[in-house]
């Protein structure tokens, strides 16, 4: 355990990483720059415990345990001592940042830590290793990297810097999050109407405007004028000087129903048109608890699919992540094991298939011919496969890592549409917040792509006792 003299890097900060951060972020061993990494040994021992299985944690420690091989390779094992460069074998072809040495822990340490704190304990390993380095290299910043909050307060309280680990973070605030769509001013055509050329073409029209409001537009994105004449369009092409625009349907009016259901408010009138629309290969819809996300999803998808013929059938999948106690071991075939989390589509489909007449078996008869069209899917069982002309419905996609959203996006072969559901505001995954989240992830990465979609629902429609707990709970 010798980092570089001091007198050299002083410039350099020492990080020491807790285990959760590589269980969270495999490559967070190559994101601290030109600054040096330290690995206690209590870390790859808990790594070590971690590696056997076929969930998300085993996967990602047996990444690092790769990369750790590979470093290591690479400059020889005759290296620990000084340490190995984090330059060789970058997996960021593209980050042209130096990178620092990564250190690990080759003697035995006696701990300095408080009497009430047991060295005994992994986290209480981990302040020991880092506080005796504080002591080691006093000209150097040491910060331990967590995302144990109760680990960094302990930090705190020995008088040793500790910080979050940022670089998962998508954005600084959820608030950045683009809303989908933009209100515009009273006087908007004064502005915008100069050069304005207007077409239809197949029963669409079409607007090319000019002017300052649309620098901020993004393909995919609505704008709405209210007033006598209002004005609803979706951005269609950005252009270095101009920007195309295409009127949208309007599925508020009784006679624009999709599936029997009309949209209650102007965002679920945005949601359906991109639902609707096959130009649209993703989509992504937020919002709190009763605002439509999954009926409008469920009924654009039986029209589709049924109707339409568009798709052959509709798959939902889900993550599994429990809100209370787990109810463990669940038997049967997958479908059945992912019964009890699709209450969500259960309810929705009560309210879809509801016959105007044929009683019970009517209904009965109606619920086992939709659901023959609709296959619920485990996440366990995605990699490696490909899906054509599938509707595929991702629902509380909060509570997946941007990992888990690749995985899963790049399942969609040719004329398949995916639709992300989900509420950034109730995650239920360890270590996942708002701005790391998987779907705030897909929704930042995807905003100027002409292909998708997204909007952010604002209003409940569920019932005024639901409506009430949300604005007062």
Not at 249 to 257: G, L, M, P, S, V
Not at 297 to 317: C, H, P, S, V, W
Not at 356 to 377: C, H, P, Q, V, Y
Request: glycine content about 6%; charged content about 25%.
């Amino acid at each position: 355990m010798t980092p570089a003299h001091p007198q050299h890097t002083h410039e350099k900060r020492l990080f020491v990483l807790d285990t959760n951060v590589l269980i969270h972020d495999p490559t967070a061993l190559f994101r601290f720059h030109e600054h040096d990494v330290f690995l206690p040994m209590v870390v790859l021992e808990e790594l070590d415990k971690n590696k056997i299985g076929v969930s998300e944690v085993a996967r990602n420690v047996r990444q690092v345990s790769r990369f750790l091989n590979d470093l290591i390779q690479a400059e020889g094992e005759d290296s620990l001592e000084k340490g190995v460069s984090l330059d060789v074998n970058s997996i960021f072809s593209h980050d042209k940042h130096p990178r620092g040495r990564l250190f690990f822990q080759t003697e035995l340490i006696d701990t300095a830590l408080p009497p009430n704190l047991p060295s005994n304990s992994p986290d209480n390993a981990i302040l020991g290793v880092a506080l005796k380095l504080q002591a080691r290299y006093p000209e150097r910043d040491v910060i331990l990297v967590s995302k144990d909050i109760n680990l960094r307060i302990k930090a705190n309280i020995v008088n040793l810097k500790a910080e979050d680990y940022f670089n998962d973070q998508v954005l600084e605030d959820a608030d950045l999050l683009p809303r989908g769509f933009h209100d515009l001013p009273a006087n908007f055509w004064e502005e915008h109407s100069k050069n304005m050329h207007s077409w239809k073409e197949q029963g669409h029209t079409f607007y090319r405007l000019e002017g300052p409001l649309t620098a901020e537009w993004q393909p995919g994105e609505f704008i709405s004028l209210a007033g006598d004449n209002g004005f609803q369009a979706i951005v269609r092409e950005i252009k270095p000087d101009q920007v195309i625009v295409e009127t949208i349907h309007n599925y508020t009016e009784a006679r624009h129903t999709v599936w029997g259901i009309n949209a209650r408010n102007r965002e679920q009138n945005y949601a359906l048109n991109l639902l609707m629309d096959p130009d649209i290969d993703l989509v992504t819809l937020l919002g709190a608890a009763g605002t439509g996300k999954t009926l409008l999803t469920l009924a654009a998808g039986l029209a589709q699919t049924l109707d339409d013929q568009l798709y052959k059938e509709i798959i939902m999948t889900r993550a599994t992540v429990p809100v209370g106690e787990d109810i463990g071991f669940l038997p049967g075939t997958e479908e059945e094991k992912m019964a009890p989390w699709m209450g969500a589509l259960m309810d929705n489909l009560e309210v879809l298939t509801q016959p105007s007449n044929g009683g019970k078996w009517g209904r009965g008869a109606t619920d086992e011919f939709l659901m023959g069209k609709i296959k619920i899917k485990s996440l366990n069982f995605m990699r490696g496969r490909t899906f054509l002309n599938r509707y595929i419905i991702i629902d509380e996609a909060q509570n997946l890592t941007s990992k888990q959203m690749k995985t899963l996006i790049t399942r969609a072969g040719p004329g398949t549409k995916v639709v992300c559901l989900g509420n950034i505001a109730q995650i239920d995954t360890p270590y996942l917040t708002e701005t790391s989240s998987g779907l705030t992830y897909v929704v930042d990465r995807f905003k100027a792509w002409e292909h998708s979609g997204h909007v952010t629902l604002q209003r409940g429609e569920r019932s005024r006792l639901a409506d009430f707990a949300s604005d007062n709970l």
